[in-house]
C-alpha cells in the first residue's frame, strides 16, 4: 500500500511541477514541487502526524525524499543546461541534498508542531528560505 500511495504521490507532483512551470519565475522550478507536496501532506496530515511518532516514518520518509529528490535533481539538471554553466562553487549533488533537505526539515516542522499556517503560508516560509540560495547558486 506504501509502495501504491508513494507512486501516486510521484505522479500527481510530477503534473503539478509541470503545472507550476508555466508561471514559474527564473530557477524557481527546481522548486515547484513543494506547494503541491505541502497540500498533499495537510490533506493526509493526521496519518503524517500519526507516522511522525512511529517506527516507520524512517522508511516512509526515506520513500518520500527519494520521491522529492529525484525531482529537484531533474529540474536543476534542466536549469544547469539552460544556463551552459553555473557561476557557483556548490557541488550540484551537494545544492540538491542541501535542498531536499531544507524541505524536510521545514515539512517536519509543519507537521509536528500542527502549525496553523495553510500550505500556501508554509510553502511561502520554505521559498523564503531557499530562494537566495536557489538564486545564488543558479543565477
Not at 522529492?68 to 539552460?82: G, M, S
Not at 540538491?96 to 516542522?109: C, E, G, K, R
Amino acid at each position: 500500500m506504501l509502495i501504491s500511495g508513494i507512486h501516486h504521490l510521484r505522479v500527481t507532483l510530477e503534473a503539478a511541477l509541470e503545472q507550476q512551470k508555466k508561471s514559474a519565475k527564473c530557477h524557481e522550478n527546481v522548486i515547484a514541487f513543494s506547494r503541491p507536496m505541502f497540500e498533499h501532506a495537510y490533506g493526509y496530515r493526521e496519518i503524517y502526524f500519526a507516522l511522525l511518532n512511529t517506527g516507520a516514518w524512517p522508511m516512509v520518509r526515506q520513500q518520500l525524499q527519494e520521491v522529492v529528490e529525484e525531482l529537484i535533481r531533474r529540474e536543476c539538471k534542466a536549469e544547469v543546461a539552460k544556463l551552459k554553466t553555473a557561476n557557483s562553487d556548490v557541488p550540484l549533488d551537494l545544492f540538491i541534498h542541501y535542498l531536499n533537505a531544507a524541505f524536510f526539515a521545514v515539512l517536519i516542522w509543519w507537521m509536528d508542531r500542527r502549525s496553523r499556517l495553510s500550505p500556501a503560508q508554509i510553502d511561502d516560509v520554505f521559498r523564503s528560505l531557499v530562494l537566495p540560495t536557489v538564486h545564488a547558486v543558479l543565477g
